[in-house]
């Protein structure tokens, strides 16, 4: 099984600032399967990334992904009030055929 | 455009079968994965199984013993049951669609509590 480890746990920034979020993997997960959702509180998470570095439709360009191999990252270049949430990372292709990171969560400082 | 709405009892007493179906509106049932995934207060998401529109299976292995899947192409319906539940399945239970893209629509979630 791969094991998808998120850092941090929780990131504290400023409406503005950059965020700078990690998912490594126990072992190599193709680009072609890593993914990262948004959830906020009551919500179904929402897709934002997918083929490590594709925006879903209608994400803002702010939400960039990067990474290969056993490293990803999803960045957000300019924090907006609406994107404090949790954020996951997933990957495909290995059984169990999904699995999820524990989540990072983004507060307002 | 595509919407998931799943429903089924909001309490389950332990030791008995938890019974949910996502009604798939908007939109053609065919040609897609369609998937449960589960969330426990507080805590990250777990994939439970998926199945196709052919009625193929696949289930996350550490609960395949108590999963079964299935679709019903004439009311664009797929279903979960989970047997023998505890207290440790009590979480909010979402359907959500595969196809080109990962997990691309999801149902708003219902929240299932095992207790007697």
């Known amino acids: 099984e791969i094991v998808l480890t998120q850092s941090p746990g929780t990131l504290s920034l400023s409406p503005g600032e950059r965020a700078t979020l990690s998912c490594r993997a126990s072992q190599s997960v193709s680009s072609s399967y890593l993914a990262w959702y948004q959830q906020k509180p009551g919500q179904a998470p929402r897709l934002l990334i997918y083929g490590a570095s594709s925006r879903a439709t209608g994400i803002p360009d702010r939400f960039s992904g990067s990474g290969s191999g056993t490293d990803f990252t999803l960045t957000i270049s300019r924090l907006a009030p609406e994107d404090f949430a949790v954020y996951y990372c997933q990957q495909y292709g290995s059984s169990p055929l999904y699995t999820f990171g524990q989540g990072t969560k983004l507060e307002i400082k | 455009q595509v919407q998931l709405q799943e429903s089924g009892p909001g309490l389950v007493k332990p030791s008995e079968t938890l019974s949910l179906t996502c009604t798939v509106s908007?939109?053609?049932?065919?040609?897609?994965?369609w998937n449960w995934i589960r969330q426990p207060a507080g805590k990250g998401l777990e994939w439970i199984g998926r199945?196709?529109?052919?009625?193929?299976?696949n289930y996350n292995p550490s609960l395949k013993s108590r999963v079964t899947m299935s679709v019903d192409m004439s009311k664009n319906q797929f279903s979960l049951k989970l047997s023998s539940v505890t207290a440790a399945d009590t979480a909010v239970y979402y359907c959500?669609?595969?196809?080109?893209?990962?997990?691309?629509?999801w149902g708003q979630g219902t929240m299932v509590t095992v207790s007697s």
């Open positions: 908007g939109g053609s049932i065919s040609s897609y994965y």
């Open positions: 959500a669609r595969v196809g080109l893209l990962p997990f691309d629509i």
């Open positions: 199945i196709y529109t052919s009625g193929s299976t």
